[in-house]
């Protein structure tokens, strides 16, 4: 099918090593107009050919590890995974699920505008926790909430982590994932939440962190909230830990949800005292962290039923207030609905990608250029009426290991 390719036709481990030279390419000399044919090889010294490779996207710089041998062990080289490293972030990937029962799907890359059909390892069900950044993708079973993966999807390598502290069933948890560009080392939280034993308003929260230099957990805080529980949202951005919280049933219903910004360094309490309204009545929120930037995806819902969604909109946190970047144009918000109340949502760099869980839809929409676009058709169909699509989206690195 158009625009759908297997990734792992592209891995560096299967490239061919019999493959000849790369196409030559012809030059007029000064001598009679004789044509000479000049090969690519002779003329680039390989710390020149290393940085113009690191420069490519991903799925080309595995393609050019099919050219040739030379090309192949310089694109394997640990120099040039240094020379990556140092190139400006990939343009995320977003990986959707086509199954309700197994963790199968495609990758689409927004820069070739393809669709692969790659692997995920580690996870096992879609139904999973998952969260990304900087090439890094952590899983967290949804059972238990005990079973937790770092991997790189990419290259596939993963580690999976020490069972960490607190409740082990959870009414809700969310999971989110910081790695450092220069260090590469990561942080993982997990907001615990579960219903304090015979009282509806009170609920039990507990923050639990991972530290990958130390490869320890520790338990920040345990809390008991009045009127609010945690949910599944969260992420970690500029040091700041922040989760959204929901309203048990106290409060008007521009109240229904309210951020924590809970400061990883000082770690504040109690969290009352850090909360951040929303901008206005949502049917559901959806938190990413765009170049340092806390940036908010929410399905506006209508003023009289707020479980009623009108719109999609997008705000970029300035200190405590709410600045609105884009609202979904109407040609693009019918292919939601208004039954479409909650979605799938996630972002790095300047995309966001929005995706309703009824259809195999991908909207994406760029921040610099406030820009909407559908992606290409994702190579999938939908089987029954039922069927629910989601996904995430992760940037594609070659350097960085769990």
């Known amino acids: 099918m158009e625009g759908e390719t297997s990734w792992n036709s592209h891995c560096i481990d299967d490239m061919s090593k019999d493959i000849g030279e790369f196409d030559s390419f012809s030059e007029l000399s000064d001598e009679g107009n004789k044509e000479m044919i000049v090969s690519v090889d002779s003329i680039l010294p390989d710390d020149l050919l290393e940085r113009i490779l690191a420069y490519l996207p991903i799925a080309s710089i595995f393609r050019a590890g099919s050219v040739c041998r030379r090309w192949h062990e310089i694109v394997s080289s640990k120099r040039f995974l240094w020379n990556f490293s140092h190139v400006l972030s990939q343009k995320p990937w ?194 990413m962290n765009l170049k340092g930037k806390l940036v908010m995806v929410g399905g506006i819902g209508k003023p009289d039923r707020p479980d009623i969604i009108k719109g999609i909109g997008i705000w970029v946190l300035n200190g405590r207030n709410w600045i609105e970047v884009g609202r979904m144009p109407h040609k693009f918000f019918q292919g939601f609905g208004e039954l479409d109340d909650v979605f799938a949502s996630s972002g790095t760099d300047n995309l966001i990608y929005i995706q309703s869980y009824g259809a195999p839809a991908l909207l994406v929409f760029n921040m610099n250029q406030k820009l909407w676009k559908w992606s290409l058709k994702c190579p999938v169909s939908k089987k029954f009426p039922l069927q629910l699509f989601t996904g995430f989206c992760f940037e594609p690195r070659l350097e960085i290991a769990p």
Request: charge should be negative; hydrophobic fraction near 35%; aromatic fraction near 12%.
């Open 94 to 287: 977003y990986f959707m699920f086509t199954s309700s029962d197994e963790p199968v799907g495609y990758a689409y890359d927004p820069i070739l505008r393809k669709w692969y059909s790659i692997e995920l390892p580690c996870i096992q069900t879609p139904n999973w926790f998952i969260a990304s950044s900087c090439g890094l993708v952590c899983f967290m079973d949804n059972d238990s909430r005990s079973e937790l993966h770092v991997c790189n999807p990419i290259t596939k390598i993963c580690k999976k982590l020490q069972e960490p502290p607190g409740m082990k069933f959870s009414d809700y948890s969310a999971l989110s994932l910081s790695v450092s560009r220069t260090s590469h080392n990561y942080t993982i939280s997990i907001v615990k939440s579960k219903q304090v034993p015979g009282n509806f308003l009170q609920w039990d929260l507990s923050i639990h962190i991972y530290d990958s230099e130390t490869m320890m957990w520790a338990t920040s805080l345990t809390e008991v909230l009045t009127g609010w529980r945690g949910g599944d949202e969260s992420v970690i951005c500029d040091g700041v830990l922040y989760f959204l919280i929901y309203s048990t049933g106290v409060g008007t219903p521009e109240n229904r949800h309210s951020l924590v910004a809970y400061n990883l360094s000082s770690r504040s309490s109690p969290l009352i005292r850090s909360l951040i309204p929303v901008p206005g009545p949502l049917t559901c929120g959806r938190l």
